[in-house]
C-alpha cells in the first residue's frame, strides 16, 4: 500500500521483540486462513497461555513487559492476528470474516501448538476475540484474563470514534502520534513501540471482524473465570460503567479499574505489578 514501509515496519517490530525474555523463540503454524506468526517463551512443559493483541497497529510484541513474569509459570504463546499488523501471512484472498472464522483459526492454531486447554488473554480487540472464543469453546479454556476490551460490555465513546477518524480513513505515522498522544495523555510511551505502532499505518491489512456482542445471554452461562482489568484512564468507553456491566452477566468475573492508565498503554505501559497481578490470577485456578 502506498506510504507503507515494510522494511520500517520489520525493523521496528525486531526492535521491540528484543524487548522480550532471551528464551523467545519464533513460531509460524498454518491455519485455514494462512500462516500465524507465534512468538513464545517460557519453560516448555508448563501449562500454556496464548495471549492476543488488540487490533490497528498492535502485535504480539506489545505484551513484552508481561512476558517474563507470566513466562515463570506458563508457557506464553503471543500471536500476531492474521491479516493484522504484524508477521502473520494470510492465504491469498482467505482471511477470518466471521466470530466463526476466529474460532476456526484460533482451533488450529491451539491445535499447532499441541495445546488442549489453555488460559487465555486478551487486549482491547484481542480481548473481544478472546471472550467470544471462551463462549465458542469453554473447554478449551481454563482461565480468561481481558485487559480494557472493546465493544465486549459497551461501545466507543463518540470522542474516541471521532479523534480515530483521521486515523483510519487516511493512515500516517504523524496521524497514528497524534491519536495516541490524545488517547494516553501524560502517560510516557516506549518510543521503540510508538514506532512500531507508527510504521503499521498504512499496514496492508484486511478488514477486521468486529461484530456481533458477544450475547449477553451466553456471557450469563460461561462459567469460564474471568479477570476484567480496565484502564481507569481509557477515552474509549467508560471503564467503571463497563466493570458494572460486566458483573451483572458473567458468573465468574473479578473487575478492577487500574488507575493512571490509559486504554493504548496497555499492556506495554501497564501499572507496575500488572504481570504478577496476572500470573496470581492464573494460579489461582
Known amino acids: 500500500m502506498a506510504g507503507y514501509d515494510s522494511g520500517a515496519f520489520h525493523a521496528a517490530y525486531d526492535k521491540v521483540l528484543a524487548k522480550w525474555p532471551a528464551d523467545r523463540e519464533a513460531l509460524t503454524v498454518a491455519t485455514p486462513f ?106 478449551r479454556v481454563r482461565r480468561l484474563f481481558l485487559l480494557d476490551p472493546t465493544q465486549c460490555f459497551a461501545g466507543f465513546e463518540a470522542a474516541y470514534l471521532l479523534h ?5 480513513l487516511r493512515p500516517s505515522p504523524r496521524r497514528v502520534r497524534a491519536f495516541l498522544e490524545w488517547e494516553t495523555g501524560p502517560v510516557p510511551l516506549d518510543p521503540d513501540w510508538r514506532r512500531l505502532q507508527e510504521a503499521a499505518a498504512g499496514f496492508p491489512a484486511a478488514r477486521p471482524v468486529t461484530r456481533p456482542r458477544p450475547e ?43 488507575p493512571d492508565v490509559s486504554h493504548h498503554a496497555l499492556p506495554q505501559a501497564a501499572p507496575a505489578g500488572l504481570g504478577r497481578r496476572l500470573t496470581g490470577f492464573l494460579e489461582a485456578g
Open 34 to 139: 494462512g500462516d500465524t506468526r507465534v512468538n513464545s517463551c517460557g519453560p516448555r512443559e508448563a501449562p500454556p497461555l496464548l495471549l492476543l493483541p488488540g487490533g490497528g497497529g498492535a502485535t504480539s510484541v506489545s505484551w513484552y513487559a508481561q512476558a517474563a513474569d507470566l513466562a515463570r509459570t506458563r508457557r506464553v504463546h503471543a500471536v500476531d492476528l492474521v491479516g493484522a499488523p504484524g508477521l502473520s501471512a494470510p492465504a491469498d484472498d482467505r482471511h477470518p470474516r466471521t466470530v466463526a472464522d476466529l474460532a476456526v483459526w484460533l482451533d488450529a492454531v491451539l491445535d499447532r501448538l499441541g495445546a488442549r486447554r489453555v488460559d487465555l488473554g486478551g487486549h482491547s480487540y484481542g480481548g473481544w476475540i478472546a471472550l467470544h472464543y471462551a463462549l465458542h469453546a469453554p473447554g
Open 164 to 168: 480515530a477518524l483521521p486515523m483510519l
Open 216 to 258: 449477553p445471554g451466553a456471557l450469563r452461562a460461561l462459567e469460564v473465570p474471568v479477570l476484567l482489568l480496565l484502564a481507569g484512564s481509557s477515552r474509549t468507553h467508560n471503564s467503571h460503567r463497563m466493570a458494572a456491566r460486566a458483573g451483572a452477566v458473567l458468573p465468574r468475573v473479578e473487575t478492577d479499574v487500574l
